[in-house]
């Protein structure tokens, strides 16, 4: 990889230095072992990373990633307690909470009343899986996902936990997940970017996401997220002006690619070379985009499938029968932000209308790959940021209460793509607060996935200001039993 900065201060780039270098000393094996100080390996035995080989065969090709933003209450979802329901309005026991941490909305309160679940939880499948009746649909594919109710983080609010989870980081300003896809994988499909962004927005308190979740960080910027929207033009700036047809366009760029090219072998700045890539995609997807988001094409059964909501643009059902054209098409990694998770008060109501939004859907998305023969080769994710308290938040009352967050566990699922499907990985105690068995935090987290997609995470990294970024930061670690 390259040093911007002693590129430009020499006015020279990496082609240029080699070929001085060898025309010097008449040997570019030596070049090659005087390269690795300057352009930033650690020593002359370190294997370079390439950018679009993985490290070793993959189990999936791609993936689907279901964020729940605002994070979903595993305790009404995927974690039955009914320890909580016994011991309803008694007070949290200190030995449970060991002075833990608390937010400063809770932190305040002189009572921490437990309080169970509103809705009821039964078994399903070979594995005898709780669900909640909140997830009808997915109580039915049970067999086909794996449960992790062990997951835990280390940010105890949205911003810093959101960000956690998209970029390996608390701070901002790194490289997101889909990013990192991007740049060790690279694209399927030469017409369409290898990270696509969706966002929809359900009926209950939403926490804004914003574009650092999907910013390339330190990579170059052809590995950004690239956002969908639900209006006439899906991609922003993607159609001609008026009075310009295509043959316009291809002159243009041609003229534009030349006078950037130039500028490339003058200053070696590797973001120019990146423009002139993402205007030749905008020009390729320009014919690719339309035919893929329209949705009108789509047989009865997969409306029926994913419920008559899947033919209103910006809905989640929408963007998940999106998610699946995108990802058959060969976009790497697909984003789905589902916004309205945040349940402090008024649980009982809210998560019912965000569990409405999603369950069918998202049930619908692993059906559907499955019957196409995709599954297998697509990784699905769904989960958001942490969990919930077991205790009240505010005001308890026979069928109303609220949850404030909790980062010390919580639930996500998984499907296909190489995930051992049909287990609940991973245990709480009886109260839902603590882990008991097999934890699983973010770093390990991003450290299975990437390995899922035939990378090592300790490997792919990208030098940065002096230091080797990755996604996993210097942490994490591939937990054998969530693959198959």
């Given at each position: 990889?390259?040093?911007?900065?002693?590129?430009?201060?020499?006015?020279?780039?990496?082609?240029?230095?080699?070929?001085?270098?060898?025309?010097?000393?008449?040997?570019?094996?030596?070049?090659?072992?005087?390269?690795?100080?300057?352009?930033?390996?650690?020593?002359?035995?370190?294997?370079?990373?390439?950018?679009?080989?993985?490290?070793?065969?993959?189990k999936a090709k791609r993936i689907i990633y279901l964020f729940q933003n605002g994070a979903p209450s595993q305790l009404e979802s995927f974690d039955y307690k009914p320890k909580l329901r016994e011991m309803m309005g008694q007070e949290l026991p200190p030995s449970i909470r060991m002075g833990q941490r608390l937010t400063g909305m809770t932190a305040g309160q002189s009572s921490f009343p437990?309080?169970?679940?509103?809705?009821?939880?039964?078994?399903?499948?070979?594995?005898?899986?709780?669900?909640s009746d909140l997830f009808p649909h997915?109580?039915?594919?049970?067999?086909?996902?794996?449960?992790?109710r062990s997951m835990f983080t280390e940010a105890i609010n949205h911003?810093?936990?959101?960000?956690?989870?998209?970029?390996?980081?608390?701070?901002?300003?790194?490289?997101?997940?889909?990013?990192?896809m991007s740049y060790g994988l690279g694209?399927?499909?030469?017409?369409?970017?290898?990270?696509?962004?969706?966002?929809?927005?359900?009926?209950?308190?939403?926490?804004?996401?914003?574009?650092?979740?999907?910013s390339n960080g330190f990579l170059d910027s052809i590995h950004q997220g690239v956002q969908f929207s639900s209006g006439d033009n899906p991609?922003?700036?993607?159609?001609?002006?008026?009075?310009?047809?295509?043959?316009?366009?291809?002159?243009?760029?041609?003229?534009?690619?030349?006078?950037?090219?130039?500028?490339?072998?003058?200053?070696?700045?590797?973001?120019?070379?990146t423009k002139i890539q993402q205007y030749e995609m905008?020009?390729?997807?320009?014919?690719?985009?339309?035919?893929?988001?329209?949705?009108?094409?789509?047989?009865?059964d997969i409306i029926k499938l994913y419920g008559p909501e899947c033919l209103v643009p910006g809905t989640f059902a929408a963007n998940c029968l999106l998610a699946r054209k995108l990802s058959e098409s060969g976009v790497r990694f697909v984003q789905l932000y589902h916004q309205g998770w945040d349940q402090h008060g008024n649980l009982p109501n809210e998560m019912a209308?965000?569990?409405?939004?999603?369950?069918?859907?998202?049930?619908?998305?692993?059906?559907?790959?499955?019957?196409?023969?995709?599954?297998?080769e697509t990784l699905v994710i769904w989960g958001g940021e942490f969990g919930r308290t077991n205790y009240c938040q505010g005001k308890m009352t026979a069928d109303n209460y609220g949850r404030d967050h909790h980062p010390r566990c919580f639930s996500i699922w998984m499907a296909g793509g190489g995930v051992k499907p049909g287990i609940v990985y991973g245990e709480t105690d009886e109260f839902g607060y603590n882990i008991v068995k097999d934890p699983v935090h973010v770093h390990d987290f991003h450290a299975t996935v990437l390995h899922l997609m035939g990378l090592d995470h300790e490997k792919l990294t990208f030098k940065h200001q002096g230091r080797r970024y990755r996604l996993t930061d210097v942490a994490g670690k591939v937990i054998p039993g969530l693959m198959a």
């Amino acid at each position: 990889m390259k040093n911007e900065f002693i590129e430009h201060h020499l006015n020279m780039n990496r082609r240029k230095f080699l070929s001085r270098l060898s025309l010097g000393i008449g040997s570019v094996a030596l070049g090659s072992l005087l390269i690795p100080d300057l352009f930033g390996k650690s020593s002359i035995n370190e294997a370079p990373f390439i950018p679009g080989m993985p490290h070793f065969a993959p189990k999936a090709k791609r993936i689907i990633y279901l964020f729940q933003n605002g994070a979903p209450s595993q305790l009404e979802s995927f974690d039955y307690k009914p320890k909580l329901r016994e011991m309803m309005g008694q007070e949290l026991p200190p030995s449970i909470r060991m002075g833990q941490r608390l937010t400063g909305m809770t932190a305040g309160q002189s009572s921490f009343p437990l309080v169970g679940s509103h809705y009821d939880f039964k078994q399903y499948g070979e594995a005898r899986a709780w669900v909640s009746d909140l997830f009808p649909h997915t109580a039915q594919i049970v067999d086909d996902i794996c449960i992790v109710r062990s997951m835990f983080t280390e940010a105890i609010n949205h911003d810093p936990a959101l960000t956690f989870f998209q970029t390996g980081a608390q701070q901002g300003n790194r490289a997101s997940f889909g990013s990192w896809m991007s740049y060790g994988l690279g694209s399927e499909n030469k017409n369409l970017p290898a990270f696509c962004v969706l966002l929809s927005r359900g009926k209950g308190n939403g926490q804004g996401v914003y574009s650092k979740l999907w910013s390339n960080g330190f990579l170059d910027s052809i590995h950004q997220g690239v956002q969908f929207s639900s209006g006439d033009n899906p991609v922003l700036y993607l159609n001609n002006p008026e009075g310009i047809d295509m043959a316009n366009r291809r002159q243009m760029l041609d003229q534009l690619a030349s006078l950037n090219d130039q500028s490339y072998k003058d200053f070696g700045d590797p973001e120019i070379s990146t423009k002139i890539q993402q205007y030749e995609m905008a020009y390729r997807m320009q014919t690719a985009v339309p035919e893929l988001t329209d949705l009108s094409k789509e047989s009865d059964d997969i409306i029926k499938l994913y419920g008559p909501e899947c033919l209103v643009p910006g809905t989640f059902a929408a963007n998940c029968l999106l998610a699946r054209k995108l990802s058959e098409s060969g976009v790497r990694f697909v984003q789905l932000y589902h916004q309205g998770w945040d349940q402090h008060g008024n649980l009982p109501n809210e998560m019912a209308g965000q569990a409405k939004d999603v369950d069918r859907a998202s049930a619908a998305l692993i059906t559907d790959l499955k019957q196409r023969g995709l599954l297998d080769e697509t990784l699905v994710i769904w989960g958001g940021e942490f969990g919930r308290t077991n205790y009240c938040q505010g005001k308890m009352t026979a069928d109303n209460y609220g949850r404030d967050h909790h980062p010390r566990c919580f639930s996500i699922w998984m499907a296909g793509g190489g995930v051992k499907p049909g287990i609940v990985y991973g245990e709480t105690d009886e109260f839902g607060y603590n882990i008991v068995k097999d934890p699983v935090h973010v770093h390990d987290f991003h450290a299975t996935v990437l390995h899922l997609m035939g990378l090592d995470h300790e490997k792919l990294t990208f030098k940065h200001q002096g230091r080797r970024y990755r996604l996993t930061d210097v942490a994490g670690k591939v937990i054998p039993g969530l693959m198959a």
